[in-house]
């Protein structure tokens, strides 16, 4: 039974460039949640998709977007890449079920981005 | 917004100890609580979680309690061993309808010495 998926794992990219992430849900699973993880701090709320829309944004600037494909599988961008913006970018997946608000999320590996 | 304390930010016990991390919040409403366990390059594993009609959960040497009315939870490790050795996140989140954003603590780096 395939976990989340993530690719790539690692990237490095120069200030100014635009970068896609990938995550492939758990089977079965129809939402996809974005996370941003800085060194030694805890994972920061991105997006959530579920269904292919957008359900949740976190405090993040526009240069970040993302989408949710018909297989459930999402994509993260980010252009005009920023120093700050190196992070460890954790994509969750869950199955929210109707009537019921506390779906379990499990996560990917994360990609490593660092922006030099 | 919803705001998420964790104490202490590093723990170190002996192996065999307990070890009790804990967490505060803020938004009453919500209703879930998790803990994940981060090793060092690895992704966040959940280890426990407890929703907010249950006191209290155990899971062989882990437990979790929650206090709504003080709005606290707290992760307790019994007779650690050096594989719980690990940053370890407590998290919440309110109903939403399908919406998943969990809200994180700042983490707590747990050493467990022989």
């Known amino acids: 039974d395939a976990g989340v998926t993530q690719s790539p794992t690692h990237l490095i990219k120069t200030r100014g460039q635009h970068v896609t992430l990938r995550c492939s849900p758990i089977s079965g699973h129809k939402s996809v949640s974005w996370y941003q993880q800085v060194l030694g701090q805890g994972p920061q709320f991105i997006f959530q998709?579920?269904?292919?829309?957008?359900?949740g944004r976190g405090n993040f600037p526009d240069r970040f977007s993302a989408r949710q494909f018909p297989n459930y599988s999402s994509e993260l961008n980010v252009n005009a890449l920023l120093l700050g913006d190196s992070a460890l970018y954790l994509c969750?997946?869950?199955?929210?079920?109707?009537?019921?608000?506390?779906?379990?999320?499990?996560f990917g590996p994360g990609t490593r981005l660092t922006v030099l | 917004g919803e705001n998420v304390e964790q104490h202490p930010s590093t723990l170190s016990v002996q192996e065999g100890d307990s070890a009790v991390i804990k967490c505060t919040y803020s938004?009453?409403?919500?209703?879930?609580f998790p803990w994940y366990k981060q090793e060092l390059g690895k992704r966040p594993q959940l280890i426990i979680d407890?929703?907010?009609?249950?006191g209290e959960k155990k899971d062989q040497r882990i437990a979790v309690t929650l206090n709504k009315t003080a709005k606290h939870f707290s992760l307790h490790i019994t007779e650690t061993q050096p594989e719980d050795s690990a940053v370890y996140f407590c998290a919440v989140k309110r109903p939403s309808g399908t919406a998943s954003k969990l809200t994180f603590g700042t983490g707590t780096r747990l050493q467990v010495t022989l």
């Open positions: 969750a997946s869950s199955s929210p079920l109707a009537g019921r608000n506390t779906d379990t999320q499990y």
């Open positions: 938004d009453s409403a919500s209703n879930y």
């Open positions: 998709y579920y269904e292919k829309e957008e359900r």
């Open positions: 407890i929703r907010s009609n249950v």
